[in-house]
């Protein structure tokens, strides 16, 4: 089971960027998949989730309107399109994947390795 992100990288505040995540080994019929965040000195926070089998996505309420999950079953992708980025919003993504869900990280079980995502001001 791997996941493989990409597509982070340096942003002015209000710009857009997509991150990508490359799933192997797991189907999005079986796995919740989401992404996580980590800001410098601060703990890992959830930013959003798709479960399975509904498709339904749930978002952290500071990304609320601004960020929207994706996947490509055929590519066996999700994607994560951030819009209007903050300076607040520079954190090391992590796509991350799990049976039970993703919306507490007690339930994922694969991570990927993080992309880092910086927004200046």
């Known amino acids: 089971l791997q996941l493989v992100e990409s597509g982070g990288g340096l942003v002015q505040a209000g710009g857009s960027l997509r991150l990508s995540c490359v799933a192997s080994?797991?189907?999005?019929?079986?796995?919740?998949i989401g992404w996580f965040r980590q800001a410098p000195g601060k703990e890992r926070e959830g930013v959003s989730c798709?479960?399975?089998?509904?498709?339904?996505?749930a978002y952290a309420d500071s990304v609320k309107g601004r960020f929207t999950s994706s996947t490509d079953s055929a590519k066996n992708t999700v994607y994560l399109q951030m819009n209007s980025l903050k300076p607040e919003d520079t954190a090391v993504y992590y796509c991350a994947a799990g049976l039970l869900g993703c919306r507490d990280q007690r339930f994922v079980e694969v991570w990927g390795q993080g992309t880092l995502v910086t927004v200046s001001s």
């Open positions: 080994g797991l189907s999005f019929d079986d796995y919740a």
């Open positions: 798709i479960s399975s089998p509904d498709g339904s996505a």
